[in-house]
């Protein structure tokens, strides 16, 4: 097993913890242990969901929405992502790095998407891929397995569809639907996949495909029962600027903390209260004595 250290920013000592892999995914399944996830798109934030001990760090193509300002994830690009993927890689030292693979990169050819993947693997660091949808990606999602990249597959409410589902609906909510959503879940599996998120479909339908899966699943708004969670960072501290959706629980205030801070520091410059003198460097009193008179030196040498 790969053995990680690093310094905890708060107490300064050096602690050592196992380096995640997909093997550790899978044995907390078969433990029963809960696997835990968050989204990060920089260096400091990605640092920070390490250092807390989180499994699986998703670079999400939501950052499309929470970081860039878009409506959708669709208009993220490959650069965009491969971007992002490696400042987040520079941060992360615990946890698996998965890189959402943005719309376009894998909607033609199996050939292109294989391609696109392994940019993410070769130039940005990422241990494995994410893609969405579910039956129509298998090929896909065995090609990628043999090409020895890890694959976690993205099925339900899938945002890249968007369009096609009218909208963020949850799915999966007819007997059809749930029984199709349950054959594209074993359908990847048996495909390669190593991990699949189920989102946006109910709680019963999730515990159902959990429970006929060997590989782990992951859940966000898909009740309790999956063997992990994930949230988006943003939304977990209150940083994306939009209605909750009803599975999102905020943990902190963020947006509440930056404006006062932000508040404060406005109120301060105004006041002349920063800096202060603790905050400010010197001369010596030679230098600024010496200053001082220079400008009267030149004046009376143009006089004269």
Do not use: W
Request: charged letters at 20%; aromatic letters at 6%; proline letters at 4%.
């Amino acid at each position: 097993m790969s053995i990680t250290s690093f310094r905890s920013a708060n107490s300064g000592v050096q602690t050592v913890t196992p380096k995640v892999t997909f093997q550790t995914l899978q044995e907390k399944k078969q433990a029963g242990r809960p696997i835990t996830a968050l989204t990060a798109y920089d260096y400091a934030t990605a640092r920070l969901v390490d250092e807390a001990g989180v499994d699986l760090i998703l670079v999400g193509d939501s950052l499309a929405m929470v970081v860039m300002g878009h409506e959708s994830t669709l208009p993220v690009t490959m650069d965009e992502m491969l971007h992002h993927t490696r400042a987040v890689r520079r941060g992360v030292n615990h946890a698996i790095v998965v890189a959402d693979m943005p719309y376009g990169s894998y909607h033609g050819s199996v050939a292109a998407g294989v391609a696109n993947a392994m940019r993410f693997i070769k130039e940005a660091g990422a241990a494995a891929v994410k893609i969405e949808g579910g039956a129509s990606r298998c090929e896909l999602v065995q090609r990628l397995s043999e090409a020895e990249i890890p694959v976690v597959c993205h099925v339900g409410l899938t945002p890249q569809a968007v369009h096609r589902m009218g909208g963020y609906k949850v799915q999966g909510k007819t007997l059809a639907s749930a029984e199709e959503l349950t054959r594209d879940a074993r359908m990847l599996e048996a495909a390669g996949a190593s991990v699949i998120v189920l989102e946006g479909m109910p709680r019963e339908l999730a515990s159902i495909i959990t429970s006929q899966l060997r590989i782990p699943t992951i859940g966000i708004g898909a009740g309790p029962d999956c063997d992990g969670q994930i949230l988006v960072f943003h939304d977990l501290v209150n940083l994306s600027f939009s209605r909750p959706a009803k599975f999102v629980r905020q943990y902190a205030d963020a947006a509440a903390l930056f404006r006062t801070a932000i508040g404060n520091y406005i109120h301060d410059v105004e006041q002349r209260s920063f800096p202060e003198e603790s905050e400010s460097y010197h001369l010596s009193k030679e230098v600024t004595d010496a200053l001082k008179v220079a400008p009267l030196k030149a004046h009376l040498l143009r006089k004269a």
